[in-house]
């Protein structure tokens, strides 16, 4: 309750519409796998909520909202972030890859996508999607070369049924063939 009479006293009011002095919406671009868009934003729409809410990419998982658990995980400019935590306003510009754009135009999956279900490395499959992109952006940042240093490079991708062991594999797997985009 605290929180709702803090935001009263700041001019916000539940279904008032935005605060004063805010537009509306924003206009933004943003190349979402490899398709330039056009759009308008509120301000206060996370890139999570855009992908999901807007443009019907249901890939990206809503898992705490909070950028604990990587269910959100996407690739900005080829480099992986929590998405519940990026404002799309501030992304004005950028490349966004999500899960559904990791696959071919001709549907021909990625290799790690390959690997994932080679390796059977998922069970729930929730956090399949997260994991896969932070999976292609842990490849592509080069750090990880052993075992331990992708599990501790992944760790901040929870998964709730503890697919952990079959995920590193599916990892390892790419990482030797070289396989990674």
């Not at 002095?21 to 855009?50: F, K, M, Q, S, Y």
């Not at 966004?96 to 790690?112: F, I, Q, R, S």
Request: hydrophobic share 35%.
């Amino acid at each position: 309750m605290a929180d709702l009479e803090f935001l009263a006293r700041q001019g916000f009011a539940p279904d008032a519409g935005p605060p004063k002095g805010l537009p509306d919406e924003i206009p933004i671009t943003l190349t979402i796998n490899g398709e330039r868009r056009a759009l308008h934003v509120r301000p206060w729409t996370t890139l999570l909520d855009l992908l999901r809410e807007d443009l019907s990419l249901y890939g990206t998982k809503k898992g705490c909202d909070h950028g604990q658990c990587g269910a959100c995980t996407v690739l900005l400019d080829g480099e992986r972030i929590n998405s519940c935590l990026a404002l799309a306003v501030t992304k004005d510009g950028s490349e966004l890859t999500t899960v559904e754009g990791l696959a071919g135009k001709d549907g021909t999956l990625h290799p790690m996508q390959e690997a994932f279900i080679e390796h059977d490395a998922f069970q729930c499959g929730y956090c399949t999607p997260g994991q896969i992109c932070s999976a292609v952006g842990l490849l592509k940042e080069g750090h990880a070369k052993t075992r331990e240093e992708i599990r501790e490079m992944m760790s901040g991708n929870l998964c709730r049924c503890g697919a952990y062991t079959n995920i590193v594999d599916a990892i390892e797997d790419v990482l030797a063939k070289g396989a990674a985009k």
